[in-house]
Each structure stands twice: as C-alpha cells, then as structure tokens.
C-alpha cells in the first residue's frame, strides 16, 4: 500500500485527529456535550456527517486505503473526529455487517500507512494509548509476547509467525513497521465490533442514512485480480450461481461450507488476489479474519497455488447452490434472458460460463488434465491464463 510520509511527531493536540479511535480523542471537542441524535441531525454538524459519509464509502471504493482522502486534510480535529464518530455509529447501524468490517479495515489500513512511516515515538504513543506498552529498541520496537500472539494470529504475511521471532524475557523484538502493521491489526478488531445503540437510534440511522446504504451496496468493492492475472476481473460475468453466494454473503446471511469452499475455489481461479477472496466473505454472520484467512490459504495454495478445482455445476446443483434450480425470485429471475446458457446441455462448470462470456480463467495445470469446462487437448503452463471469447 501507498505510504504516507509524515517526518514530524505529532504535536499532542493533533494526535487524536489522526487517531480518532483512541480513548481520550472526545477531548477534543472540550466541554461540548450533544446527543447522537444532534450528531444525526442538527445542521451544525452536517461537515461531519458529510466527512463522515465519504469516510465510510471510501472504504468501499478503496478497501486497501491506498489514496489519501483529500477531504479530511483540510478539515478541523474536531470535525475529523466528528466525522469518525458519525462514520462507526452509522455503519454499527447498517443492514448489513460487511460494511462496518470494510470499514474498519480501511480505517486500520490508513493508520498503518502513517504509523509505518512516522518516528516510533508515534507508533510507541498510539500503541500505549490503546493498551500496549510497546518499548523502543535499537532498530526496532519490543513487543510484549502476550500482545504478539494476540495481534499476530490473523495475520497470515510472511515473517509473523512467532517461530520465526527473536523473543527474549517475554518480549518479541520486530522492526518497527511491523510493530505498525501489529497496532494496524489492533485498531481493526477495535473498529469492527459495532458499537451499541438503542433500537430507536438504529431505526434514524437506517432511515436518515438510507441513501448512504444504499450507494455502498451498489459500490461493493470490485474484485481485484492479483499480480499475473490478465487484468480486471469482471463480477458482471460471474455466473449467477457465484453471484448469488456473493450476494447472500453480503447481505449478512449464511452460506454453506460447500458454497463457501465453492466461491473461493472459484474466485481463486478467475484470478482474484487473497484480499478480494478474504473480502467476499466479510459479510458472513460467523465472519472471522484469521480463520477466513486459514481457509482461504487452504484452498487457494495447495499444490504449490494451483488450488482446489472449483466444483461442476451437477455438484453445486446436488447441494442446492445452482442459481438455475430452486428460487425463482432470485438470480436468474433478474436477468433470465442472459442466463440462458445456464439451461445449455454442453454448461458444465461455472468457469465455462464465465469463459463464454469473456472472461479469463487461469488454468492450474502444466499439462494432461484439462479442467472441466476447458477445451480437451490444449497445453497450458502452470498459473497461465487462459480467456475465451464469448460464445
Ligand atoms: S448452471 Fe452452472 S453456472 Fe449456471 S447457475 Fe447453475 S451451477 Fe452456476
């Protein structure tokens, strides 16, 4: 990700704009007292709920953070940590929970872009601010060994795991950005736990921020294809059966073991990067980062990242997930005329319908096996990619 360059230490009045998840960042709005409600609706705060609105679609256009968002560089501390607090209590109030997820890992996300480039001073004061005493040493910072494992567990990047630590007297001794993206996964967990509001404050949000749902609903964030893939991957293609797992993931509900082993087998294969493949399952009522992450892994780089073969439409059909069979009101309904080719006798695997209609599948195998839905007898290299006209 894009880092921000910061070569000053915060001054301490400016530290809680920046960070505004910290405990102690309502000091800076001094002795003024408003009610959620005010924050909701009085004129007074409308910068913020504005802030605050593009803080939250941000996160849907931008989950990995990677540009700046102009707008809170020019407003004041206060209105920065107002538009904060608006953005967590209305995404705590969402229809569905991928939102605040999203979110929250934008947020952690952005942090981690500073904290990584700011003077330890920083990282060591944020870090103490949310209950970690982390200690400057020579070259890097010293984790306390209890904090390490707790932060460390969902990440799944190279280099964390504690095996691989230099540990001493209960202390694990990282380089300081690491320490960074340990406090990034810290702000996550804090950020995604909604925060609790009455039932009647619910049912404003929902219906004063409807608009907002409704535009990060339809701005879910785009798959993105990882490195060697041939460019965008294109969910329009998706066939209605993967669209209709996305879909039941995003709206909160819950999807099988075998509908979830089948998506990411799938999105695996169309090229997706783990990030997207993680996010398609933010939304799940049991979402867990570090399990997710697990199971992803599992799926995606077995035999040396060729992954699971993603399942033939005859086996999503026997566990009730083919988008063609069962309910009439969903999927196929929407667009019946374009998803005909579910109902041609040559459709044998959701690849191949996201192959006929243009997009590109990367073909796992060297040579001999030719996956379902592929054309028999044509060679390929490992991880090539492969896309076929549409039909
Ligand atoms: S026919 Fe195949 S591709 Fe079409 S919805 Fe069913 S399982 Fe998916």
Known sequence: MAVRRASTPLAAGSLFAEYPFLPGAESLLGEEAFSVRALLEETAFEAARSLGRARALAAADDP??????????????EVRYLSFLFARIVLSAAPVPAALRRWAVAEAKRSYGRLAAVPADELLEVARHLGFELAARPG??????VDYVR???????????????????????VPTVRAARLIQEAVRLQLAVPVPLAPEVVELVRVREAPLFAELERRSPAPVARPGAPGLLRRELFPPCIRKMMRTLEKGENLSHSGRFGLAAFLHRVGADEETIVDAYRGAPDFDESITRYQVEHITLRDGGKGYEPPVCDTLRSHGLCARDGDPTAALAVDRARDERCFDPKLRHPLQYYRWRGGAVVEPNDEGATPPGATPG??????RLRSTAPR
């Open 64 to 77: 990995r953070a990677e540009r700046e968002l102009a707008e809170l560089s020019v407003a004041t501390p």
């Open 140 to 145: 890097g910072v010293a984790v306390p060994l």
């Open 151 to 173: 932060l460390s567990v969902p990440i799944r990047e190279a280099g964390f795991r504690l095996a691989q630590q230099s540990v001493h007297r209960g202390e694990v001794d």
């Open 378 to 383: 044509r060679p390929a290299g490992p991880g």
